[in-house]
C-alpha cells in the first residue's frame, strides 16, 4: 500500500468541498463528526478507498486564506493536486494565484477537474478546456488531464477515479528520512483520550509508544498513546500520510499554531537563507521587503533581503536571506510561500537553503556563489549534500564522518553514496574526515605561509616547525581530530611536492640553510664568547650586550642560540646556556668518576673533582640530573650523595 496525500485547490464556491464528497462520501465542512469520532481525521480531511484497494487522504482547501495555510501545512507531503476550476465561470483570480503556489510549493502531479458541467452546454465545455490548456502552459500542470465532472449528477466520477488509479500505479514514493516530522494542524481534547493533534507527515515515520518533542517548547519529550490513519487505529504512520496522533504530556496551554512535533530535537532559528522565485504578477521587491512567511503551519511578519540581487522584478529568482520575528524549526529543502505585509497577496515562495544561517551583514560574489551552488543541489535532488555542505562551510575546521551523520540524520554508508565524487565544494580525507574545500584551501596557505615566516626568521637552520607547532598557527587545538586532519593536510602537501620533512620537522621543498660569510663570522666570535667562559657559568646578558657591541642585534643573537642549540653546540637548560665542549668534559670526567664510587660521593668531594665557579657546578649538576644521569640522595646523616644512575652507566658504555 502506498502512502499518498491528494489536496484540492481552487476558486471559492468552485466545487471543491463538493468534489470531495462526491469521491469519498464526506462532507468536509461538517464539526460534529470529530466529536462523534474521537480521533479520526477531520474537517478539511478526508480519505477515498479506491476500487484497487489503494487509499488516498484528501485535504480540502475551503477558501482563500484557508487554502495557502492549510496547503503549505502539507506542502511536503501532498503528492497530486486537483485543481477545481468552475466551468460557468473560469479562470478566476484565485485560480491564478492558487496556481502560483503549486508551482511554489514543488508539487509535481495534478489533475485539472472542470466542475459544475451540469450547467454550461458542450460548447462552453470545449472553450473552457481550451482557456485552461493555455492557462497551465509553463506549469506543472501543462500536460495534465482535463475532467470534467458534476457533483450534483455524479457524472465524470468514474473518469477522475480511473485517473487517479493511474496515478496511484506509476507513482514512486520517494525515501523518507530517519526523522519523524509533522506540523500540527489541528489540536483538541477528546474525553478518555486527552490530547490529539492532527496534521500531514513530513518525513519519517512513527510508531505507538514511542516519544516525540513538541517543536518549539521546553516540554519534555510526549509519549505517542495511539494513532489512527483515515479514521482507524493504526500502530504507525509515515511520509504521504494524515495522522491523528493522541499524545501524552500535552496541554491546550502548551499549544500555539506553527508547532510540529518530531522524534528529534530540532533547530530553532529567526534567521534562513533561502532560494526564491516571485510570482508574474508580483511587484517589485526591493533590497528588503516587509513580508508574512508561511511554512507548513508556521506564519510570522519577517524581512526579506536579496542577497545576490538589487531588485526582484516579477517572475524572477534570487537567493536571500530572511529574518523573522517568531522562531521557527524548518529544514532544508522545506517549501514556503511569502506574501506581502497586509497579508492580501501572496509575492512568490521558495525553499530554505540554510536552516541555521549566520547573518551576512555584507554581501559579495563568493556568497551568492555559494549559497546559489547549494540551492541548484537541492533542485537537483542532492539533498543531502547540500545539508553536508552547510554544515562544514559555517566553520573552519576538520569534521568527523560521525559527527556529520548524526548532524544530517544519515548513515554513514549513505553519506558516501550522497556525497558527489567530484564534488569541488567537499575535501575527503581517508574516509575519516570532511572539510569544506575553501577552509582546506585556507589551511593548506596558512601552513605554507607559516613555513615561508620561519624560514625567513631562521634562515640559518635547516628545520622547520614540528607537528604541534603548525597545529598551534592553524588554531585548530589538539583534538585527535585536529592532530589527524593535519597528518593528512600535511601528507597531501608532500605528495603535491610543495613541503618536505627534514628531521622531526616539516620544511618549504629544497630549503636549505643560508650562511653567508658575515654570519659565519658572528656565530664563530660569539661561540667564542662562549668558550671563553670556561670554568665559569656563561652570564647570557653580558653576552648579549658584547655582541650588540659587535653589532649583532639581540634578534639575530636570539636565533644564533637557537642554531648553536640545534647544532648541539650550545646545551641549555632552564634558560640558562653553555658550551657543549666544556659540559661534556664535566660530564663524562664526573660518570667515570662516580662509576667507580659504588656508594657515590659527597658535595665537597664533587668540589674537588669539577672545579671552577659554585654557579658553573650548579649547571652541571642541574643539568646532568634533568638528563637522570645522575641523581643525589639522602645517607643516615641526612647529608647529600651524589650517585650515578642507571642511565648514567649505559650513557658512558655508549660513548
Known amino acids: 500500500m502506498k502512502h499518498i496525500i491528494i489536496g484540492?485547490?481552487?476558486?471559492?464556491?468552485?466545487?471543491?468541498?463538493?468534489?470531495?464528497?462526491?469521491?469519498?462520501?464526506?462532507?468536509?465542512?461538517?464539526?460534529?463528526?470529530?466529536?462523534?469520532?474521537?480521533?479520526?481525521?477531520?474537517?478539511?480531511?478526508?480519505?477515498?478507498?479506491?476500487?484497487?484497494?489503494?487509499?488516498?487522504?484528501?485535504?480540502?482547501?475551503?477558501?482563500?486564506?484557508?487554502?495557502?495555510?492549510?496547503?503549505?501545512?502539507?506542502?511536503?507531503?501532498?503528492?497530486?493536486?486537483?485543481?477545481?476550476?468552475?466551468?460557468?465561470?473560469?479562470?478566476?483570480?484565485?485560480?491564478?494565484?492558487?496556481?502560483?503556489?503549486?508551482?511554489?510549493?514543488?508539487?509535481?502531479?495534478?489533475?485539472?477537474?472542470?466542475?459544475?458541467?451540469?450547467?454550461?452546454?458542450?460548447?462552453?465545455?470545449?472553450?473552457?478546456?481550451?482557456?485552461?490548456?493555455?492557462?497551465?502552459?509553463?506549469?506543472?500542470?501543462?500536460?495534465?488531464?482535463?475532467?470534467?465532472?458534476?457533483?450534483?449528477?455524479?457524472?465524470?466520477?468514474?473518469?477522475?477515479?480511473?485517473?487517479l488509479e493511474n496515478f496511484t500505479k506509476s507513482f514512486q514514493e520517494t525515501k523518507y528520512k530517519d526523522n519523524f516530522r509533522m506540523y500540527i494542524d489541528r489540536f483538541f481534547t477528546v474525553k478518555g483520550h486527552g490530547s490529539v493533534v492532527t496534521g500531514s507527515v513530513l518525513d519519517g515515520k512513527l510508531e505507538n509508544g514511542e516519544e516525540v518533542f513538541l517543536i518549539p517548547s521546553n516540554l519534555k519529550k510526549l509519549r505517542v498513546r495511539a494513532i489512527e490513519k483515515h479514521g482507524k487505529p493504526t500502530n504507525s504512520v509515515q511520509k504521504g500520510d494524515r495522522a491523528a496522533i493522541n499524545l501524552i504530556g500535552i496541554k491546550q496551554e502548551n499549544f500555539y499554531r506553527g508547532m510540529l512535533i518530531s522524534k528529534n530535537e530540532l533547530t530553532i532559528t529567526k534567521l534562513i537563507d533561502v532560494y526564491i522565485s516571485s510570482f508574474d504578477l508580483s511587484p517589485k521587491l526591493n533590497l528588503w521587503t516587509d513580508i508574512i512567511f508561511l511554512s507548513g503551519t508556521y506564519q510570522s511578519v519577517g524581512k526579506m533581503h536579496l542577497i545576490d540581487k538589487e531588485k526582484l522584478f516579477a517572475g524572477e529568482e534570487a537567493i536571500a536571506q530572511i529574518h523573522l520575528e517568531k522562531e521557527f524549526a524548518g529544514e532544508i529543502n522545506d517549501k514556503f510561500i511569502f506574501r506581502n505585509s497586509s497579508d492580501d497577496l501572496s509575492l512568490g515562495g521558495g525553499f530554505i537553503i540554510d536552516n541555521q544561517a549566520l547573518h551576512h551583514k555584507r554581501r559579495n560574489i563568493e556568497l551568492s556563489e555559494r549559497l546559489r551552488n547549494i540551492a541548484n543541489k537541492l533542485m537537483q535532488g542532492n539533498e543531502l549534500e547540500s545539508a553536508i555542505l552547510q554544515i562544514l562551510e559555517k566553520e573552519p575546521r576538520p569534521f568527523s564522518i560521525e559527527e556529520i551523520s548524526k548532524k544530517t540524520l544519515s548513515s554513514i554508508d549513505e553519506l558516501f553514496l550522497k556525497i558527489s565524487e567530484n564534488s569541488q565544494n567537499i575535501c575527503i580525507?581517508?574516509?575519516?574526515?570532511?572539510?569544506?574545500?575553501?577552509?582546506?584551501?585556507?589551511?593548506?596557505?596558512?601552513?605554507?605561509?607559516?613555513?615561508?615566516?620561519?624560514?625567513?626568521?631562521?634562515?640559518?637552520?635547516?628545520?622547520?616547525?614540528?607537528?604541534?607547532?603548525?597545529?598551534?598557527?592553524?588554531?585548530?587545538?589538539?583534538?585527535?581530530?585536529?592532530?589527524?586532519?593535519?597528518?593528512?593536510?600535511?601528507?597531501?602537501?608532500?605528495?603535491?611536492?610543495?613541503?618536505?620533512?627534514?628531521?622531526?620537522?616539516?620544511?618549504?621543498?629544497?630549503?636549505?640553510?643560508?650562511?653567508?660569510?658575515?654570519?659565519?663570522?658572528?656565530?664563530?666570535?660569539?661561540?667564542?664568547?662562549?668558550?671563553?667562559?670556561?670554568?665559569?657559568?656563561?652570564?647570557?646578558?653580558?653576552?648579549?650586550e658584547n655582541a650588540s657591541q659587535e653589532n649583532i642585534s639581540n634578534k639575530k643573537f636570539k636565533l644564533y642560540l637557537n642554531y648553536f642549540v640545534y647544532k648541539n653546540i650550545l646545551t641549555v637548560f632552564n634558560g640558562e646556556y653553555m658550551h657543549t665542549e666544556i659540559f661534556v668534559n664535566a660530564k663524562n670526567k664526573l660518570l667515570n668518576h662516580l662509576l667507580s664510587k659504588e656508594n657515590g660521593i659527597y658535595i665537597p668531594e664533587y668540589k674537588e673533582l669539577?672545579?671552577?665557579?659554585?654557579?658553573?657546578?650548579?649547571?652541571?649538576?642541574?643539568?646532568?640530573?634533568?638528563?637522570?644521569?645522575?641523581?643525589?640522595i639522602k645517607d643516615k646523616n641526612n647529608e647529600s650523595v651524589l650517585i650515578i644512575t642507571e642511565m648514567g652507566k649505559i650513557e658512558l658504555k655508549n660513548q
Request: charged residues 25%; hydrophobic residues 40%; aromatic residues 6%.
Open 8 to 163: 484540492t485547490a481552487g476558486h471559492i464556491d468552485h466545487g471543491k468541498t463538493s468534489l470531495i464528497k462526491l469521491l469519498s462520501g464526506i462532507d468536509c465542512d461538517t464539526h460534529k463528526q470529530e466529536k462523534e469520532r474521537g480521533i479520526t481525521i477531520n474537517l478539511g480531511f478526508s480519505y477515498i478507498n479506491l476500487p484497487s484497494g489503494q487509499a488516498l487522504s484528501i485535504i480540502d482547501m475551503p477558501g482563500h486564506k484557508d487554502f495557502i495555510n492549510t496547503m503549505i501545512s502539507g506542502a511536503s507531503s501532498i503528492d497530486l493536486v486537483l485543481l477545481v476550476i468552475a466551468a460557468d465561470e473560469g479562470i478566476m483570480p484565485q485560480t491564478t494565484e492558487h496556481l502560483n503556489i503549486i508551482n511554489a510549493l514543488g508539487i509535481k502531479h495534478g489533475i485539472i477537474l472542470l466542475s459544475k458541467i451540469d450547467l454550461v452546454d458542450s460548447e462552453l465545455i470545449e472553450i473552457a478546456k481550451s482557456e485552461i490548456k493555455d492557462f497551465t502552459k509553463n506549469s506543472i500542470l501543462e500536460n495534465s488531464a482535463i475532467i470534467g465532472f458534476s457533483s450534483l449528477t455524479g457524472q465524470g466520477k468514474q473518469e477522475i477515479i480511473f485517473e
Open 610 to 632: 669539577i672545579t671552577g665557579t659554585k654557579k658553573f657546578r650548579g649547571l652541571i649538576s642541574d643539568i646532568l640530573e634533568n638528563q637522570r644521569l645522575i641523581k643525589f
Open 429 to 544: 580525507y581517508n574516509n575519516k574526515i570532511l572539510i569544506y574545500s575553501r577552509f582546506d584551501k585556507i589551511f593548506q596557505e596558512k601552513i605554507i605561509q607559516a613555513l615561508k615566516d620561519y624560514h625567513s626568521t631562521n634562515y640559518i637552520l635547516d628545520t622547520g616547525l614540528q607537528n604541534l607547532e603548525i597545529l598551534g598557527k592553524l588554531k585548530l587545538g589538539k583534538s585527535n581530530l585536529a592532530k589527524d586532519y593535519l597528518n593528512y593536510l600535511l601528507e597531501k602537501l608532500k605528495n603535491n611536492s610543495l613541503l618536505d620533512k627534514f628531521e622531526n620537522t616539516w620544511i618549504l621543498k629544497n630549503h636549505k640553510a643560508n650562511i653567508d660569510k658575515k654570519t659565519q663570522n658572528e656565530l664563530n666570535w660569539i661561540e667564542n664568547e662562549f668558550l671563553n667562559c670556561k670554568e665559569e657559568k656563561p652570564v647570557l646578558q653580558d653576552i648579549e
